[in-house]
Nanobody
Framework: KVQLVESGGGSVQAGGSLRLSCETSGDISSQNYMAWFRQAAGKEREGVAAHNGAGSTTYADSVKGRFTISRDNAKNSLYLQLNNLQPGDTAMYYC????????????????????WGRGTRVTVSS
């Protein structure tokens, strides 16, 4: 069983920064690929950034150059640095993980992942 717990969300003004953390436990290793998703009110959950466990990352176009995903395998933790936040970034942010064989191109697709955290809320005011 895999458990994921997000933290670090909060309320900031436009242009501000936050750092989200995802602590993992259970049957998870550095071979797991992991990702951050977000879901705004009334919208579908969308992939934001993913890490394939081998050091390669991918980002949604909307956050490229502003968000950075990183991973500390020794701590079994995943991070997301959010810079230059905008009101459009307001959402619940979720951590996700899986280990089943998949293609790199699918790492930002919701149905790629079986394991999810409960989310941490990010609110950006103008």
């Amino acid at each position: 069983k895999v458990q994921l717990v997000e933290s670090g969300g909060g309320s900031v003004q436009a242009g501000g920064s936050l750092r989200l953390s995802c602590e993992t436990s259970g049957d998870i290793s550095s071979q797991n690929y992991m990702a951050w998703f977000r879901q705004a009110a009334g919208k579908e959950r969308e992939g934001v950034a993913a890490h394939n466990g081998a050091g390669s990352t991918t980002y949604a176009d909307s956050v490229k150059g502003r968000f950075t995903i990183s991973r500390d395998n020794a701590k079994n933790s995943l991070y997301l640095q959010l810079n230059n936040l905008q009101p459009g970034d307001t959402a619940m942010y979720y951590c996700a993980a899986d280990v089943r064989p998949t293609y790199f191109s699918r790492l930002l697709q919701r149905n790629t992942y079986r394991f999810w955290g409960r989310g941490t809320r990010v609110t950006v005011s103008s």
